[in-house]
Nanobody
Framework: QVQLVESGGGLVQTGGSLRLSCAAS????????MGWFRQAPGKEREFVAA????????YYADSVKGRFTISRVYAGTTVYLQMNSLKVEDTAIYYC???????????????WGQGTQVTVSS
């Protein structure tokens, strides 16, 4: 059974930090790009960050560049999202994703996690 399991969400104040983790199992994810998307209430799911299967290429949405860092070990099946300098507008459900392209486009994602809530209070 294919599973992407997120953890690390929670409540934090503006300017604080959180680290999300996503553990993949049940499939050969070592050759998959993995990424993070988020969805705020009433809004569409949007791309946040992604990383290639080798861990050497990363992609970020403009809104999180310089604040968030995505990482994974080479061909690893666990991906992390370090989120610093959090803002109220970062509040959303964060979803882990995997696909065989770049994990940057919702329509191309093959596998989704169940999501983890991140709430940033002012």
């Amino acid at each position: 059974q294919v599973q992407l399991v997120e953890s690390g969400g929670g409540l934090v104040q503006t300017g604080g930090s959180l680290r999300l983790s996503c553990a993949a199992s049940g499939h050969s994810f070592s050759t998959y790009a993995m990424g993070w998307f988020r969805q705020a209430p009433g809004k569409e799911r949007e791309f946040v960050a992604a990383i290639s299967w080798s861990g050497t290429i990363t992609y970020y949405a403009d809104s999180v560049k310089g604040r968030f860092t995505i990482s994974r070990v080479y061909a690893g099946t666990t991906v992390y999202l370090q989120m610093n300098s959090l803002k109220v507008e970062d509040t959303a459900i964060y979803y882990c994703a995997a696909d065989q392209v770049r994990a940057t486009i919702v329509a191309e994602v093959d596998y989704w996690g169940q999501g983890t809530q991140v709430t940033v209070s002012s």
